[in-house]
């Protein structure tokens, strides 16, 4: 049987978003880890992966935040067409 969501799942959901936001201005987003991510929410990684499956859906939200959406109501993005060998020079 599948497991309902907590009532403030969204709650914790924008609280990760914050600090997210406030690590990634910080250190980047490459020099900043889930576990230091975990560490300022003062919480485990294992939380945090229930909450967001990757360290890049976390920055979606932060990024669609930032730019004035709400991060309740999501778009999936397509992948990425492979660009390996690809030039962008004409």
Not at 46 to 65: A, G, P, Q, T, W
Not at 85 to 90: D, I, L, M, T
């Amino acid at each position: 049987m599948a497991r309902t969501q907590a009532a403030d799942f969204e709650q914790r959901r924008e609280k990760i978003v914050e600090r997210a936001a406030q690590l990634f201005a910080e250190r980047g987003f490459l020099g900043a880890s889930i576990a230091d991510l975990a560490k300022a929410c003062k919480t485990s990684k294992s939380l945090i992966y229930h909450y967001y499956s990757s360290k890049e859906e976390i920055l979606f939200d932060v990024m669609h935040r930032m730019s004035g959406g709400s991060s309740t109501r999501r778009r999936r993005l397509p992948p990425r067409p492979a660009m390996r060998g690809k030039s962008f020079a004409p």
